[in-house]
């Protein structure tokens, strides 16, 4: 099954996995990268509020859309998270075809503005709350939490080499657990997220309750069956005429219907994930640690690429490797990791000590619950949440946003390339002449989204601001020459520019070094001289490559 369908959209991932019934399944975009701690979203009873915002957006509305100006009014939010809700919106609808996903600027997101169909539902997903994880049995074994804990913290990370020691893997939520509790959330709200969207007409009961097919369509938002559209995949209209107008349906069917089908897909969730607890107990616990330890890179069963429990080493994978379109990076250590890849999300969480290198993200990036990273990014959009002492190189179209506990964060300009990246970028529409890499935005320091109880006023405070990297400590980041024996592409240099200042140093540097090069070409040394030189160059540049770590790039290039 693919990650997610879209109406009429992006074509589906390749490869995916067939299934004789096509279950259902939440959408997992809205819940992963569209909720906002802004707290006039987060509303405590979402269909007693809701439902005069949307009467007050309707009024506003020109052909059922609306933009900033009446989505600040109607929810009293500043301009600012009024356009933050407009991108938002765009980087998890459903439909590649909606003018809000195609709009390129600031300017045409605004003019174009948002169905408000899907924009209450996007509204009433603002009050889901995240999955934490599974008590662990051993205390012990979680006492040393990495990276530490803090009060704000959504849960608690282990290092990748605890995960191996202890099997703890399991107490994390899985992607199984994760779909679960997204379907559990809609079984519980969906009759009230189908009551914001029923077109009222004339009558008594449930005929004075319908949703029209353009309607029913919008709750895609949510859901989906893979490749098939949620239309096709009814018994209401997919035998419609289509010379004809479909006939509108009783929203009771319709709630019917998606309940019997959610349920059908939790029991389905819960049988597989009950066969894995209950499955074959008979190896130690130093095997178990040895399977898991080897399962690095796994996809999920909609196609996600998960790349898990890394440590000491480099990792490569690029377009051929990844048969999804999305990634998570989850628990990698002391590790360089390259996704050279066109993607549409990728989210990043609880790794320490890496350089994580992402191709080019369409959608959205997520970088969470991480200490003492480097992440190297082209992308739309980016999302940075309780993070330590991290530094982002970003060619990022939008406004990078600053999420919940954060420490000594740093932003520089994107500092990279490899060969296919501009066809990467071009194909998943980052545009590399907008890179709004030093305009963050900090919202709250509390994630109204996890599950976790937060000190008195905690939500009150501003998350910690970001810094910019000294431009004489900005370097670039040369990728390994992957692709031997592989057609390159046509990138031969960054193609976001740099700032004036950076491109200054960087100059400034390489001037620098072509005097070295001539100087010592021109300075006239005996032979033994030059071998005692060259030695020295050589012995120096060796301490370097274990000093820094990176003699290890070397062994895996060779290796592969």
Same mark, same amino acid.
């Given at each position: 099954?693919?990650?997610?369908?879209?109406?009429?959209?992006?074509?589906?991932?390749?490869?995916?996995?067939? @299934?004789?019934?096509?279950?259902?399944?939440?959408?997992?975009?809205?819940?992963?990268?569209?909720?906002?701690?802004?707290?006039?979203?987060? #509303?405590? =009873?979402?269909?007693?509020?809701?439902?005069?915002?949307?009467?007050?957006? @309707? +009024?506003?509305?020109?052909?059922?859309?609306?933009?900033?100006?009446?989505?600040?009014?109607?929810?009293?939010?500043?301009?600012?998270?009024?356009? #933050?809700?407009?991108?938002? #919106?765009?980087?998890?609808?459903?439909?590649?075809?909606?003018?809000?996903?195609?709009?390129?600027?600031?300017?045409?997101?605004?003019?174009?503005?948002?169905?408000?169909?899907?924009?209450?539902?996007?509204?009433?997903?603002?009050?889901?709350?995240?999955?934490?994880?599974?008590?662990?049995?051993?205390?012990? !074994?979680?006492?040393?939490?990495?990276? +530490?804990?803090?009060?704000?913290?959504?849960? /608690?990370?282990?290092?990748?080499?605890?995960?191996?020691?202890?099997?703890?893997?399991?107490?994390?939520?899985?992607?199984?657990?994760?779909?679960?509790?997204?379907?559990?959330?809609?079984?519980?709200?969906?009759?009230?997220?189908?009551? /914001?969207?029923? =077109?009222?007409?004339?009558?008594?009961?449930?005929?004075s309750s319908v949703l029209s097919l353009e309607s029913f369509e919008h709750i895609g938002f949510l859901l989906h069956f893979g490749d098939t559209s949620l239309s096709q995949a009814t018994p209401? &209209?997919?035998?419609?005429?289509?010379?004809?107008?479909?006939?509108?349906?009783?929203?009771?069917?319709?709630?019917?219907?998606?309940?019997?089908?959610?349920?059908?897909?939790?029991?389905?969730?819960?049988?597989?994930?009950?066969?894995?607890?209950?499955?074959?107990?008979?190896?130690?616990?130093?095997? !178990?640690?040895?399977?898991?330890?080897?399962?690095?890179?796994?996809? =999920?069963?909609?196609?996600?690429?998960?790349?898990?429990?890394?440590?000491?080493?480099?990792?490569?994978?690029?377009a051929s490797d990844l048969k999804g379109r999305s990634v998570k990076v989850a628990n990698c250590h002391d590790s360089v990791i390259y996704l050279l890849a066109p993607l549409r999300y990728a989210?990043?969480?609880?790794?320490?000590?890496?350089?994580?290198?992402?191709?080019?993200?369409?959608?959205?990036?997520?970088?969470?619950?991480?200490?003492?990273?480097?992440?190297?990014?082209?992308?739309?959009?980016?999302?940075?949440?309780?993070?330590?002492?991290?530094?982002?190189?970003?060619?990022?179209?939008?406004?990078?946003?600053?999420?919940? =506990?954060?420490?000594? /964060?740093?932003?520089?300009?994107?500092?990279?390339?490899?060969?296919? #990246?501009?066809?990467?970028?071009?194909?998943?529409?980052?545009?590399?002449?907008?890179?709004?890499?030093?305009?963050?935005?900090?919202?709250?320091?509390?994630?109204?989204?996890? +599950?976790?109880?937060?000190?008195?006023?905690?939500?009150?405070?501003? @998350?910690? +601001?970001?810094?910019?990297?000294?431009?004489?400590?900005?370097?670039?980041?040369?990728?390994?020459?992957? &692709?031997?024996?592989?057609?390159?592409?046509? @990138?031969?240099?960054?193609?976001?520019?740099?700032?004036?200042?950076?491109?200054?140093?960087?100059?400034?540097?390489?001037?620098?070094?072509?005097?070295?090069?001539?100087?010592?070409?021109?300075?006239?040394?005996?032979?033994?001289?030059?071998?005692? /030189?060259?030695?020295?160059?050589?012995?120096?540049?060796?301490?370097?490559?274990?000093?820094?770590?990176?003699?290890?790039?070397?062994?895996?290039?060779?290796?592969?």
């Amino acid at each position: 099954m693919t990650e997610e369908a879209t109406n009429q959209s992006s074509p589906p991932d390749p490869d995916p996995i067939q @299934t004789p019934n096509p279950l259902i399944h939440p959408r997992r975009a809205p819940f992963e990268h569209g909720l906002l701690p802004i707290q006039n979203l987060i #509303l405590t =009873d979402p269909i007693q509020t809701l439902a005069p915002i949307k009467q007050k957006l @309707t +009024s506003s509305a020109t052909n059922n859309r609306v933009g900033s100006s009446a989505i600040s009014e109607a929810l009293v939010i500043s301009s600012d998270h009024a356009r #933050l809700v407009l991108e938002t #919106l765009a980087c998890v609808l459903h439909s590649e075809t909606d003018p809000l996903v195609r709009a390129k600027t600031e300017e045409e997101v605004d003019s174009v503005g948002a169905d408000v169909r899907d924009l209450v539902l996007f509204l009433y997903v603002q009050s889901y709350k995240k999955l934490m994880p599974r008590t662990h049995k051993d205390s012990a !074994a979680v006492a040393d939490v990495w990276p +530490s804990a803090s009060a704000f913290d959504g849960y /608690l990370s282990l290092s990748p080499i605890q995960l191996v020691r202890s099997n703890s893997r399991r107490f994390m939520p899985s992607p199984a657990d994760e779909e679960a509790h997204q379907l559990s959330y809609l079984q519980k709200h969906i009759a009230n997220m189908i009551s /914001l969207l029923v =077109d009222p007409v004339e009558g008594e009961g449930d005929e004075s309750s319908v949703l029209s097919l353009e309607s029913f369509e919008h709750i895609g938002f949510l859901l989906h069956f893979g490749d098939t559209s949620l239309s096709q995949a009814t018994p209401f &209209f997919n035998n419609s005429n289509p010379d004809m107008p479909a006939v509108s349906v009783p929203a009771s069917q319709v709630h019917d219907w998606l309940l019997k089908n959610i349920a059908s897909a939790l029991e389905s969730i819960s049988d597989r994930i009950s066969g894995k607890e209950n499955g074959p107990s008979n190896a130690s616990g130093q095997d !178990a640690a040895n399977a898991d330890a080897c399962d690095k890179v796994s996809t =999920d069963d909609r196609g996600r690429c998960i790349i898990e429990g890394v440590s000491k080493t480099s990792l490569f994978k690029q377009a051929s490797d990844l048969k999804g379109r999305s990634v998570k990076v989850a628990n990698c250590h002391d590790s360089v990791i390259y996704l050279l890849a066109p993607l549409r999300y990728a989210t990043v969480y609880g790794c320490s000590d890496s350089t994580i290198v992402l191709g080019a993200a369409g959608k959205a990036v997520r970088v969470e619950h991480c200490e003492r990273v480097h992440v190297i990014a082209a992308t739309k959009r980016i999302c940075i949440a309780n993070c330590r002492e991290c530094v982002f190189y970003l060619g990022v179209n939008q406004r990078p946003i600053i999420v919940g =506990d954060n420490h000594k /964060l740093q932003v520089a300009p994107y500092n990279t390339f490899y060969s296919h #990246l501009e066809e990467h970028m071009t194909e998943v529409g980052i545009t590399p002449t907008i890179n709004r890499w030093n305009e963050s935005l900090a919202l709250g320091a509390v994630d109204p989204h996890d +599950s976790l109880s937060h000190p008195t006023g905690a939500s009150d405070k501003q @998350t910690e +601001s970001v810094s910019c990297v000294d431009p004489n400590q900005f370097t670039n980041f040369l990728i390994p020459n992957w &692709f031997a024996g592989e057609v390159l592409g046509s @990138t031969k240099e960054n193609p976001f520019p740099l700032p004036a200042a950076y491109l200054a140093v960087q100059q400034t540097g390489l001037k620098k070094l072509e005097e070295t090069r001539q100087s010592l070409r021109e300075t006239p040394l005996e032979a033994n001289r030059k071998r005692e /030189l060259t030695t020295a160059f050589h012995m120096q540049f060796k301490d370097w490559l274990y000093a820094s770590g990176n003699i290890r790039q070397l062994y895996c290039l060779q290796g592969d």
